[in-house]
């Protein structure tokens, strides 16, 4: 183990354990004006007129007239809008908002307000799309001649639902603009997206925009993208409110309602089997995008390169879209598309071996990449594929062969039992030449006279632990001990902007660049001044030119691996299903941290696991979600998964600071096929392609097997 | 104080009721789910009478404000209503939620009211006009609503002895802890000199009251085990026309199914 | 009905003119500027704004005001001058069970009623101690191991 992995305690948890961080939620708000949103009550629908009640002194409301710039929210493309223009696209779209000083008077003036709409016919269900954001489609090797050539062919569909972040923290922002300046803080992922956002919403120049995080009680992604419209609507609100400063802070329902989710999806797979080997895959890939594009074409970006997973298959045709229904947006979410086609490539070639009559890990383990192979985009695995030795130590952990020997036997018992595994990667940083051609990333150090360095980046710390990590490595090359290396939440007005905190980037990419930085103000280090060095990224030289067109190239300069075995009981007389343990083994690179690392592991691991059983979000007929609370839509308590375990596995990535590479969304993106593997074999040898799976589908396969009892 | 009242004696308790239109709040966790407040509050927690626990003999006799957790610490509590407190939520909700307000809240999915419903427990109401004594079963006019007259407070609940040591209960939730009910099933079952002696079944969150059918456990008494098997059919029919499950978190079909799944595990394990 | 609602409220006596039926959890936010008392739900989901009520946990967004007239309630900014909190935060920092934070206040002070009923729980009895706190960044493992941790490095303090 190197020197770097051994653990500290996190620089941000003092505040955090005593209750004395400040988080946006906190700060005193007397003095504030509080903003409350009306939002569209139909999914679809023109908006004819807003009547307003008498509004007493003090109190206003903002719609898309008082937007000084741009009434367009910039996230990748720019069709959100600020506020609602001439129609409404989903439920919960912000028309206007009501401001003023009290907050129990707001709430009743938007109560009072009404708003006459013309309904449309909305567009509702992934299947039924008639708009297509984003059309994908990228081809490898000769799929018409493997198909023609095939022994068997293999056709599967697969269904994934929401996913929400359900973070603790709901988001929220505050806005003040005075003296021809606007400053937002609040929880957030990205300030220098929210800067370039608000920018544009209000028409200021650059330097005229502040942005600053709150400490933020976490985000996986919810708080990639989000937070930008929500600044903008709160920007434009203090705007005019003429130097009070504007709060919004959402409560529960509004923030799992409306707030991006992960992508569902819709995939088919088509499979040329030749000689008992996969030779051609023709896959077709839906992700709902909602009503606005905002993140979707990076999201389905990801999901259509990893959509043959870690398998080599040397022919391949994959054709994605990003769809229009009239729902909330989709948006980032931990695994940022990958999750969905994970799953799909895993069961589909856990339904193959069994066609084949082969045991499926065996039949995985030959299809495998290795080192030096192509990629989907037929790039390169330029390193170490460690997967064959991940799955030993899964198999040693979880006794996976054994047991999945056992339960293969015929179950007549009330319990039943099954184990599976699921392998996948996760690309390292952003997709394609990202980082080089958009990000352009800036990393500084400042040495201040009395010997303490500061980090100034833009990386943005929700709980992962950026902030211990980046300051470890500082230390390390500055050999300095790591109280006198320090980092504050960032503020554009100080820090230059080192990218998004997205993409398990920050750390490889920001703390590679923060390692230079050290090394060069080690080199001329003098004591007594103040100093400041900067690096810029650079790409390495070794990577294949991606091309976003034809997805042809390096999507990533590395990959990170990971592999799970989920244990699961079914209860056959209520379809009740019972994580009994999970195991997993990640390759982040070297650790950073052991400590911060075991934390991504396992909270990610779980968020995997639960995606497939328990969390169940749905939009009805309407285009409404129900499940809009926490009693509602279902995270996993302390009782839910008792015994999981996640080891890490280290394959060292030269780019990457002291070998580190991506960690963070690593073990969230593959274990719901390891866990519908488990139900399947509890559910003796079932084939199933849609997750969450809950315990009324259990028992609908169960019902469909038995003789009925009751006549 | 200001919008309620923190009576120290029952008698304190009913005159306010009498005298007032308030809302008795005895453990708040499902109140205070609600944003809007109309009436006051009387809040029970300082009434000693209501925290009582004791043994007549016949019943156990618990006052309507124990809280889930003091009952699940109280050594007269059996062991099946331990079992059903103990997957009540969590332990911040079992530390204030009261039995008394889990079956004045009225709602089917009360996993405390399930037990006192399959034991055919007595509940005391006492207000202006004196106290009175009811079957649980009558208390519950249909969806959410009580045979409560305004002025009125639930005090305590008559739990019988008699036939509580032999058991079944399920209960599903979405997960393993803060989990509503979204069906939960208990059924006591003792057999006697060879003989089915008693048995009772009663169905949570199912439909709008908890189901208990005392006419249908009845073609069970009696019984012997050999005799029960051959009635198992009709009695199994019998449920299956009573159970009218309606749809919530889970569809009616599902709810049908698993009741019926579990009445037939419950008797089996009992050798029938 | 002119009285005011008495409390102890990590260790001093307040008087609370208010309305009865406020929430407790806005009560200590907004009047006694408590900030470290979470609001994650409002419905008693969630855990994050747990308290201390008369030596139990209680979630304060479904304590009414007048329930806790003669009571005694700590949040983490009482409980966090204590020794045991110190046995605590030296044991959830050696795992870096703190992740976001969000749910630690109330994760803290549930680890409190974990050991102050039972000084040496089973690991099984810290998962139930904790299962009406939810957390979504640290799977609870580390949280479990560092309430495991505080028991044995803080023996004799609970």
Redesign the interface.
């Given at each position: 183990m190197r020197e770097i992995s051994e653990p500290v305690p996190k620089k941000d948890h003092a505040a955090k354990m005593d209750g004395s961080a400040v988080y946006v939620a906190d700060w005193p708000h007397k003095d504030m004006l509080h903003g409350k949103f009306i939002r569209s009550p139909h999914a679809r629908a023109r908006v004819v007129e807003i009547k307003l009640p008498p509004l007493p002194a003090g109190y206003f409301a903002v719609d898309k007239n008082d937007v000084p710039g741009i009434n367009e929210v910039h996230i990748v493309m720019d069709d959100t809008p600020v506020y609602a223009n001439e129609t409404v696209e989903y439920i919960g779209e912000p028309v206007l908002m009501l401001v003023g000083p009290d907050e129990d008077e707001v709430k009743r003036l938007a109560d009072e307000t009404q708003v006459v709409y013309e309904e449309l016919p909305p567009v509702l269900g992934i299947r039924n799309f008639d708009t297509v954001f984003f059309d994908y489609r990228y081809d490898k090797g000769d799929v018409a001649a493997a198909f023609a050539a095939a022994d068997q062919v293999y056709e599967e569909e697969f269904e994934t639902g929401y996913q929400e972040q359900a973070y603790l923290e709901t988001q929220g922002m505050i806005a003040r603009y005075s003296d021809g300046k606007v400053a937002v803080h609040g929880s957030m992922q990205c300030p220098y997206y929210i800067h370039g956002a608000v920018a544009k919403a209000t028409g200021l120049a650059a330097d005229k925009v502040r942005i600053a995080q709150d400490i933020t009680g976490g985000g996986f992604g919810g708080k990639e993208a989000y937070p930008s419209i929500l600044a903008c609507q709160v920007a434009v609100a203090a705007y005019k409110a003429g130097g009070r400063p504007v709060r919004v802070v959402f409560d529960r329902r509004e923030d799992m309602e409306y707030t991006s989710k992960r992508h569902p999806s819709l995939c088919v797979y088509k499979a040329a089997v030749k000689d008992g080997r996969v030779t051609a895959l023709d896959i077709d890939i839906l992700y709902n995008a909602g009503a606005y594009t905002t993140l979707t074409a990076v999201v389905l970006q990801r999901g259509v390169i990893a959509a043959s997973g870690a398998y080599n298959i040397p022919n391949l045709k994959v054709r994605g879209k990003g769809v229009k229904t009239n729902t909330a947006p989709s948006g980032a979410f931990r695994g940022f598309g990958g999750p969905q086609t994970f799953f799909a490539i895993e069961m589909m070639m856990i339904h193959i071996a069994k066609a084949l009559g082969e045991d499926s890990l065996a039949f995985r383990l030959r299809h495998l990449a290795r080192q030096g192979d192509t990629t989907s985009t037929s790039g390169r695995y330029h390193f170490p594929v460690p997967l064959p030795a991940m799955i030993e130590a899964v198999d040693q952990a979880s006794d996976y062969r054994r047991k999945r020997a056992e339960y293969s036997k015929a179950q007549t018992g009330r319990f039943r039992k099954g184990i599976g595994m699921s392998l996948w990667f996760h690309g390292a940083g952003f997709t394609g030449s990202g980082e080089r051609d958009h990000i352009k990333a800036v990393a500084r150090l400042r040495k201040r006279p009395d010997g303490r360095v500061e980090v100034l980046a833009s990386q943005t710390d929700m709980g992962q632990g950026i902030k211990t990590t980046l300051c470890k490595i500082v230390a390390k090359e500055l050999s300095l001990p790591l109280e006198r290396v320090f980092y504050e939440n960032p503020d554009t007005d100080r820090v230059p902007d080192s990218g998004p905190t997205v993409a398990s980037r920050s750390l490889m990419i920001v703390g590679e660049l923060l390692r230079q930085c050290a090394i060069q103000l080690r080199e001329r280090w003098r004591d007594g001044e103040e100093q400041t060095v900067e690096e810029h990224y650079k790409e390495p030289d070794f990577l294949l030119p991606f091309d976003l067109d034809h997805f042809q190239g390096d999507a990533y300069p590395t990959y990170s691996w990971a592999v799970a075995a989920a244990e699961v009981q079914v209860d056959s007389l209520t379809g009740v299903q019972e994580v009994l343990g999970a195991w997993g083994s990640f390759d982040a690179g070297t650790p950073i941290d052991q400590n911060i690392l075991r934390g991504q592991m396992e909270g990610g691991f779980l968020q995997g696991l639960a995606y497939a059983s328990m969390e169940q979000m749905e939009a009805d007929g309407k285009g409404r979600i129900r499940n809009n609370s926490l009693s509602d839509y279902i995270i996993p308590t302390a009782m839910d998964v008792p015994v999981m375990e996640a080891q890490a596995y280290v394959e060292e990535y030269p780019d990457g600071p002291y070998g580190a590479k991506g960690a963070g969304e690593l073990p969230t993106v593959g274990g719901a096929a390891a866990y519908l593997g488990a139900v399947e074999q509890a559910l003796g040898g079932a084939s199933l392609g849609r997750i969450p799976f809950g315990a009324e589908d259990a028992l609908s396969v169960l019902r469909a097997d038995a003789p009925k009892e009751v006549g | 104080m200001v919008n309620g009242y923190a009576p120290i004696s029952l008698r304190e308790a009913l005159e306010l009721m009498a005298a007032h239109k308030l809302t008795p709040y005895a453990g708040g966790t499902d109140l205070m789910i609600e944003e809007k407040r109309e009436d006051s509050f009387l809040f029970l927690h300082k009434i000693p009478e209501l925290k009582q626990v004791s043994d007549d003999g016949e019943y156990i006799r618990f006052g309507a404000a124990c809280t889930f957790t003091e009952l699940l610490e109280h050594s007269l509590t059996p062991a099946l209503l331990k079992e059903a407190l103990s997957r009540i939520a969590a332990p911040a909700i079992r530390d204030e939620g009261t039995i008394g307000g889990n079956i004045a809240n009225g709602s089917a999915k009360a996993d405390s009211a399930l037990i006192f419903f399959v034991a055919d427990a007595q509940l005391k109401l006492a207000g202006a006009g004196g106290e009175r004594l009811l079957p649980i079963k009558d208390f519950y006019l249909g969806r959410k609503r009580l045979d409560r007259r305004p002025d009125e407070l639930l005090v305590e609940v008559l739990l019988p002895k008699k036939w509580l040591g032999s058991y079944y209960y399920q209960k599903i939730g979405a997960r393993k802890a803060l989990a509503i009910s979204r069906l939960s099933f208990a059924g006591l079952l003792t057999i006697e000199d060879g003989k089915i002696a008693h048995c009772a079944t009663a169905f949570g969150a199912v439909s709008d009251v908890i189901i208990r059918r005392a006419d249908i456990d009845a073609m069970l008494i009696g019984k012997t085990p050999a005799e029960g098997k051959a009635a198992k059919a009709a009695y199994l029919a019998a449920f299956n026309e009573a159970i009218i499950p309606i749809r919530g978190r889970v569809s009616a079909e599902y709810r049908k199914t698993v009741c019926l799944n579990l009445l037939g595990d419950f008797l089996e394990r009992f050798g029938i | 009905?002119?009285?005011?609602?008495v409390f102890t409220l990590n260790g001093k006596q307040v008087r609370y003119?208010?309305?009865?039926?406020a929430?407790l959890l806005d009560v200590l936010?907004e009047d006694y500027?408590?900030?470290?008392?979470?609001?994650?739900?409002?419905?008693?989901?969630?855990?994050?704004c747990?308290v201390i009520?008369d030596g139990?946990?209680?979630?304060s967004?479904?304590?009414?005001?007048?329930?806790v007239?003669?009571g005694t309630v700590t949040?983490?900014?009482g409980y966090?001058e204590t020794a045991r909190?110190k046995a605590l935060?030296e044991a959830?920092?050696?795992?870096?069970?703190?992740?976001?934070?969000?749910?630690?206040?109330g994760m803290?002070l549930?680890s409190e009623?974990i050991l102050a009923k039972n000084p040496h729980p089973s690991?099984?009895e810290?998962?139930?101690?904790?299962?009406?706190?939810?957390?979504?960044?640290?799977?609870?493992?580390?949280?479990?191991k560092a309430i495991g941790i505080a028991a044995k490095e803080g023996e004799g303090l609970w």
């Open positions: - | - | 009905m002119d009285d005011a609602i003119a208010g309305s009865a039926t929430r936010r500027r408590l900030t470290g008392v979470k609001c994650g739900c409002r419905e008693g989901e969630c855990g994050a747990s009520l139990r946990l209680a979630n967004c479904m304590v009414a005001m007048g329930r007239d003669g949040t983490i900014e966090r909190f935060d959830y920092a050696s795992v870096a069970a703190v992740q976001c934070g969000y749910c630690i206040p803290v549930a009623c690991e099984a810290i998962r139930v101690g904790i299962s009406g706190n939810l957390c979504r960044c640290t799977g609870y493992n580390a949280i479990v």
